[in-house]
């Protein structure tokens, strides 16, 4: 079979100008910024104007562990924005913004795929409207304002060995991932080891996601914690005076991006926090703004269940008071095929009981999502080479955990594919069933939060801990934040810290490595493996054929 | 006397919407990409579809060598745009984009001043179109791809200690001006020694100011040397294949921007390249657009006319095949009195003969510039407390020069107070004098063009320059690099090496302390003194002030 590639669908696109799709949202001219014709931010005003409409109805959109075979999550939260409003619903998009760096590396990411897809891709992959250029600077005027502080006095008697906080650049760059800067003698300061992080891993970055405004956004980024004295005692981002400017260079980035789908529906792309180190979700402000336009909000959480939901939950719904109406889980044939031991190669031959054998994986997510009191429905992302008893096979399995799944065609046919789906989230939002809480109080101690989302999520035994890392939370538990929620770093692959172990294990250990302190995103980063904050280029990067075609359009970012 | 600030002026603008700015130039909506109601892009497709319209008149406007009291090069090229149009001339204004970084060490630059201004300002000093971070990350996008090929094998056999592209960022920030890279293990590279440089030094920024499409553009990009092999032959961007991907991640940053003067007239305000490394001009592709849609285009150029003025006609006319038409040296009193050796504490007192002293430094510049063929005619910024004899003085000695000065008081009138010198400019740019010639031809030998530049421009008796510099020169000739101007970088504040000769000297040596190829840009940098390519902060920066207040302005920036 001969399919379009989702660049050649997204170019044949029949975009509405942008004012068109503010239009529907009922946002005046005035208050809706364009970027082109096909881009707009959303005025603060307009947001703060909003104040007092009742909220519509907040449905996530994850996933089971994500496998090389792929599940589709963003695609289906963008097909069923277009199957709600198929359906007569008034539905926003809520999806996260792509970092640039990561594209010359590998290809780059479509917002969505398929006939399920937002529009500009193209933009969106690039500059887009600006944001994470202004994290960028952001946290670099931070950085510079640090050391500039040590040339000039250094007054607050900053320890030059404990400057926690780094640079970040938008860009796969291992050679400065470990630098020394401040070389080259007296006038160009002391010289100390640190090094770059890729700008989604900023703290501002997360920052920006969970700030319901631009002075909650300033207080945040006067939180952070960015350096220690010899005597062990925190310096703010507040001491080093460096909240206003920085405020003032994310002005723009805080308001909501509106782009659209295919189908000329309306949806938020805004923000975008690495899923590890940080919670992984569209913007507070972004998905707020859209709960006070919409019926319906079908917004997505990064990874699978285990930790975007997770994170979602216990992060995000809790701060921003947040209360999830319904839970769509994306699954896919190949998926679980892959759960229940199949090799990637062998994806294609019809495999009944390997489905079944994969099942499990999703059968705890299900249930992990449902412990947060919230209605559970499964989206069997269909691909063309399903079989009808493989299909029936995944059905089957989740009707005996007590959810329904349904098979859904929207990257193949848009909205049309996807109606049964959107019933059913309409059906459950409005059954009223939800209850959500999130999984721990916020005064539980910190390892006992660790300990909570390990056993009840993980399916753990144990939490494994030096001492070193827990007497480093209790400090912080003396300093005052012990209320503060957990944010785990975990492979995405595994339900433990093992890639390489599908399905649904149990009995296995979840060894904490390290604990950091986000003081000014508002949660404690647990990390158990391995976390790279800045990638590497491939051996032949994908920006070696990326360029300017002879028609003029980009070739090879996707 | 009590006057309105900057910023004040510019948020009392009634600014139009920017489609009518647009309309005023005959580019239709489609081809106006908004950012925002008040900044836009114009589409490729509409420059490349005013080719073979007539050009309009290119009116350069520079100035003395600059001192403490200011000059308000910029001022007086907004007020010269809005004073052609309130004649009747259809006029546009082309002037460079401030960079971000210093904006947060000491206050931001205005766009302008008082009553002849572009807006809007606050964008303007911020991210504006985002042009300086698509630069930025074209340039890093090379600077990682490089160290990854040493990563990944080093077919090119690229000497890790001979890699001359370093990387950059819009900061300042010291601790990055010398830096190791690549510590911390096998997975993270070979360490060598490196650097950032501010943005706007980036040869990547010089490159976007000159080239005249997309497609020159990653010509350009291509042609850049990153590094040296151990047989010192070059290795260059196209070499790394980065240029495709560049000229992607540029490809809107090319796009001319579009704002108004506070009197709703166009400008375009595109480009920016250090004017001491690069050439300091508005880009090619903004000016020549201009050309096509106005019948008059107001220019400035970098610096003093030694600089500016010689770099505009050497390299960007040169380049792009420019004709000026007519050139404004703006001058004030007061920075004749400083010229005549007044400090910057007594200038509010009368001076006649300090203002006599000081002349000599404006009449070298009217013949400088005469000297190339174009027509001038001196511009007196009007300061209030200039007196008239001290205008008189000004006047009396440039018409002994055989130019005209005409006061201008566009700072506190607008156009209003720039008529006679937009009538005096017309007059000129009509009398068909100009017989625009740059200063040597092509072919001249490298060396004998730094001499020229010397000896014509800047009146010294000889240029110094070390056997290893000529020898350099000789191996760039051997090469084919020839036929490049060269670019000049020389302190601004005198005609000599020394910052603190003001006034008119002669009888000096020009010493030459290095030279370097800027092969995409397509010039030989020659560094004739200190070149600070990444500036420091202050001991209180401007950032710790900067804010937005209450009433939602920004504080601080200004």
Request: glycine letters at 10%.
């Amino acid at each position: 079979m001969a399919f379009k590639t989702d660049i050649e669908i997204a170019r044949e696109a029949k975009k509405q100008p942008i004012q068109q799709i503010g239009d529907k949202l009922g946002i005046p001219t005035e208050h809706l910024l364009p970027y082109g014709h096909d881009k707009a931010k959303v005025s603060q005003d307009f947001i703060r104007s909003l104040e007092g409409r009742p909220d519509g109805k907040l449905i996530l959109v994850t996933a089971i562990n994500p496998t090389p075979a792929g599940e589709g999550k963003t695609t289906t939260t963008v097909g069923l924005g277009d199957g709600l409003n198929r359906i007569g619903k008034k539905a926003v998009i809520c999806i996260r913004e792509a970092s640039l760096g990561p594209n010359f590396g590998m290809k780059g990411g479509a917002a969505g795929g398929g006939y399920a897809q937002v529009v500009p891709m193209e933009e969106m992959n690039l500059h887009f409207t600006g944001d994470f250029h202004a994290i960028t600077s952001a946290h670099n005027l931070l950085s510079a304002m640090i050391d500039n502080h040590i040339y000039w006095g250094n007054e607050l008697q900053i320890d030059e060995r404990r400057v926690s906080w780094r640079r970040v650049m938008d860009m796969n760059d291992r050679a400065l991932r470990d630098i020394v800067v401040s070389l080259g003698g007296v006038s160009n300061g002391f010289p100390r080891q640190t090094g770059f992080d890729i700008t989604v891993a900023s703290e501002v970055m997360a920052i920006l996601c969970l700030a319901k405004d631009l002075e909650d956004l300033q207080k945040r980024l006067g939180d952070i914690v960015v350096a220690y004295r010899r005597d062990k005692s925190p310096i703010y981002c507040r001491d080093i005076k460096a909240d206003g400017a920085m405020t003032v260079l994310l002005k723009d980035a805080m308001q909501p991006n509106l782009v659209q789908t295919l189908e000329n529906n309306p949806a938020f792309v805004h923000g975008g926090p690495f899923a590890n180190i940080a919670h992984g979700c569209n913007s507070v402000i972004a998905t707020k703004t859209a709960l006070k336009l919409g019926e319906y909000v079908v917004t997505e959480a990064g990874f699978g269940a285990d930790l975007g939901a997770e994170k979602f939950f216990d992060i995000k719904c809790r701060k921003a008071g947040l209360k999830p109406a319904a839970a769509v889980i994306v699954a896919t044939v190949r998926a679980m095929k892959m759960n229940g031991g199949v090799a990637k190669a062998d994806l294609g031959a019809e495999n009944v009981e390997a489905v079944k054998k994969g099942c499990p994986n999703l059968g705890r997510h299900i249930a992990n999502v449902k412990s947060f009191g919230v209605p559970v429905v499964v989206a069997i992302n269909h691909f063309y080479s399903d079989t009808d008893a493989e299909v029936a096979a995944v059905k089957a399995y989740v009707a005996e955990q007590g959810a329904e799944a349904i098979l859904c065609k929207h990257w193949a046919n848009g909205s049309a594919g996807i109606e049964d789906l959107a019933n059913k989230v309409v059906e459950l939002a409005e059954g009223g069933s939800a209850n959500f809480a999130p999984l721990y109080p916020d005064d539980m101690p910190l390892f006992q939060k660790i300990e909570t989302v390990a056993k009840r999520i993980y399916h753990a035994d144990e939490v494994l801990a030096d001492k070193s890392i827990r007497d480093q939370l209790k400090t912080w538990e003396d300093a005052g934040y012990g209320h503060l929620p957990v944010c785990m770093a975990k492979t995405q692959y595994s339900f433990t810290t093992d890639p390489n172990r599908r399905g649904a294990p149990t009995g296995h250990s979840v060894p904490v490595r390290e604990v950091r302190l986000s003081a000014g995103a508002g949660f404690i980063v647990v990390i158990c493996g391995e976390i790279m904050t800045m990638p590497g280029l491939p051996k032949t990067p994908a920006a070696e054929v990326i360029r300017i075609n002879d028609e003029g359009n980009v070739e090879g970012l996707f």
